[in-house]
C-alpha cells in the first residue's frame, strides 16, 4: 500500500490474452477495445495497412505490388513520385552511383563532392565545379 509498491493491476492483451509488461493502444480505426501487446499491434497494423490497396502500394517503375513494407522511398534528386521496390530501387542505385564518377559535360572524374545538374539545364547527370559554373552563369539573366 505503500508509495514504491508494485500493486499495479496486471494488464492481459485483448487479443491474445496474454500478460503484458508494456502495453499499446490500438488505433480507432482498428475497432479494438483495450489494451494490446507489442505482436499482436504489430499483426493488427499490418493487416489495416495492407487493406488500403490503391496506387500507393505498388512500384513506380515495374508495377509490382510488394506490399507497404516492401516499399522503398526515392531519393530527391531522382524527380519519382510514389515508391520503389527493393530491386528497382537498388538498379536505380547502381545506375546513379555510375552516374556520380565522371561529369556529364567534360567526362572529367568527379571527387567526393558532385553537384546534381538543375531541371532547366536540360543535362542528365552529375556535373563537375567548373561545369556547373558555367551552366549556372548561362542561366543568371544579365542586366
Not at 49 to 64: I, R, T
Request: hydrophobic residues 30%; charged residues 35%.
Amino acid at each position: 500500500m505503500g508509495l514504491f509498491s508494485s500493486s499495479k493491476k496486471k494488464e492481459f492483451c485483448t487479443v491474445c490474452k496474454k500478460g503484458i509488461a508494456r502495453k499499446s493502444n490500438p488505433k480507432k480505426d482498428w475497432n479494438v477495445k483495450g489494451p494490446l501487446c507489442a505482436n499482436c499491434y504489430v499483426d493488427l497494423m499490418k493487416v489495416n495497412f495492407d487493406k488500403k490497396k490503391d496506387s500507393d502500394n505498388k512500384c513506380v517503375l515495374c508495377g509490382k505490388e510488394p506490399g507497404t513494407f516492401n516499399l522503398w522511398k526515392p531519393k530527391k534528386e531522382w524527380d519519382l513520385k510514389g515508391w520503389l521496390c527493393e530491386s528497382c530501387f537498388n538498379e536505380r542505385e547502381k545506375a546513379d552511383n555510375e552516374l556520380k564518377k565522371n561529369c556529364s559535360v567534360c567526362n572529367a572524374k568527379l571527387g567526393f563532392f558532385v553537384r546534381h545538374a538543375k531541371k532547366e539545364w536540360d543535362v542528365t547527370g552529375y556535373l563537375c565545379k567548373n561545369c556547373w559554373n558555367i551552366q549556372e552563369s548561362k542561366t543568371i539573366p544579365k542586366e
